[in-house]
């Protein structure tokens, strides 16, 4: 199974998401702060990095550079508020795996895994 390492503001969605992909045997990683989450994926190197898109004090260019340079085979997936994301000239969006839509359904993340 997969280590997760899930990064949101959200203290119930960071709740939620520990609960479902543990209850599918995945290891779970989370916190609410970007520059924790870079010291906490080289202690833990996840397989898959499930970010807040536009984090406060990190871009998300800066997010998949650290990733890709800590561990190449690492998936990013972005989880983003549909009444927020423009990705009209969002270079910072290039490199990440996946991009899903708060809310998210977990199936959606799940098959991905």
């Known amino acids: 199974m997969a280590k997760i390492l899930f990064i949101d ?3 119930s969605l960071r709740e939620i998401a520990t609960m479902l ?3 599918y045997g995945h ?3 989370v916190t609410n702060d970007p520059v924790e989450a870079l010291k906490l994926f080289e202690d833990h190197q996840p397989q898959i990095v499930v970010a807040e898109y536009k984090l406060p004090r990190i871009t ?3 997010l998949k550079s650290a990733v890709n340079k800590m561990r190449q085979k690492s998936k990013i997936f972005l989880l983003v508020d549909g009444n927020v994301f423009s990705p009209q000239g969002e ?9 899903f839509g708060k809310p998210f359904q977990p199936a959606d993340i799940l098959k991905h895994l």
């Not at 270079?91 to 991009?99: P, R």
């Open 21 to 23: 992909f543990q209850s």
């Open 91 to 99: 270079s910072s969006l290039h490199g990440v795996d996946m991009i």
């Open 27 to 29: 290891e779970t990683i």
């Open 60 to 62: 998300d260019l800066c």
């Open 9 to 11: 503001r959200s203290a």
